[in-house]
């Protein structure tokens, strides 16, 4: 019966001094760690999370400013400067407006294109072109026409349509705005 106590006495001790060890070594890493460090790098991720979240909001908005849909017209402004000698183009295309604005010289070459579907109730035939040097701005001026009560009755399902390629490219901007921010 000693020798049974002596066998469970060295096995409670060899028990204890690993039990001791483990802790040891978890204590030993968790001192090893700098805290303040990791929690910099942290604010640093958020920091830069907020920020590629912010540039594309202030994208968005850019976009919204460019693209004006009031009661008398639809308008797209893009950056334009005459005087430095860009060029200006625009075509519409399957219910879409496309500008282009390009710079070529012997130095450099530019490239900007803006393209947006044209809202339902627009008059494609009467597009105007506005120039603001002050600005530096073209816009693009596409007059709505007058729809008669019967027309707009015919037209219940268009509008449908409307809203239903609003809801893709808001789903489409939101899809990148979730891959932007999961790349951050």
């Not at 005459?82 to 500008?99: Q, W």
């Given at each position: 019966?000693?020798?049974?106590?002596?066998?469970?006495?060295?096995?409670?001790?060899?028990?204890?001094?690993?039990?001791?060890?483990?802790?040891?070594?978890?204590?030993?890493?968790f001192?090893?760690?700098?805290?303040?460090?990791?929690?910099?790098?942290?604010?640093?991720?958020?920091e830069?999370?907020l920020?590629?979240?912010?540039?594309?909001?202030e994208?968005?908005?850019?976009l919204?400013k460019?693209?004006?849909?009031?009661?008398?017209?639809?308008?797209?402004?893009?950056?334009?400067?005459e005087e430095?000698?860009?060029?200006?183009?625009?075509?519409?295309?399957?219910?879409?407006?496309?500008?282009?604005?390009?710079?070529?010289?012997?130095?450099?070459?530019?490239?900007?294109k803006?393209?947006?579907?044209?809202?339902?109730?627009?008059?494609?035939?009467?597009v105007?072109?506005?120039?603001?040097?002050?600005?530096?701005?073209?816009?693009?001026?596409?007059?709505?026409?007058?729809?008669?009560?019967?027309?707009?009755?015919?037209?219940?399902?268009?509008?449908?349509?409307?809203e239903?390629?609003?809801?893709?490219?808001?789903?489409?901007?939101?899809?990148?705005?979730?891959?932007?921010?999961?790349?951050?």
């Amino acid at each position: 019966m000693a020798n049974l106590r002596e066998k469970l006495l060295s096995l409670v001790e060899a028990s204890t001094r690993q039990t001791k060890s483990i802790i040891d070594n978890v204590n030993e890493t968790f001192n090893s760690i700098d805290w303040d460090a990791q929690v910099q790098t942290f604010n640093e991720m958020k920091e830069n999370f907020l920020k590629k979240g912010n540039d594309l909001l202030e994208d968005f908005n850019e976009l919204l400013k460019e693209v004006k849909n009031n009661i008398s017209d639809f308008e797209v402004t893009v950056p334009f400067d005459e005087e430095l000698g860009e060029k200006f183009d625009y075509h519409i295309e399957n219910g879409k407006l496309t500008v282009e604005v390009s710079f070529v010289n012997e130095n450099t070459e530019k490239f900007n294109k803006t393209s947006v579907t044209i809202p339902l109730g627009c008059n494609v035939e009467k597009v105007s072109t506005k120039y603001n040097a002050a600005n530096k701005t073209m816009t693009v001026v596409i007059p709505k026409t007058l729809v008669e009560k019967d027309t707009e009755e015919k037209n219940v399902t268009e509008p449908k349509e409307a809203e239903e390629e609003e809801h893709e490219a808001a789903s489409k901007l939101l899809k990148k705005f979730r891959e932007n921010t999961a790349n951050a």
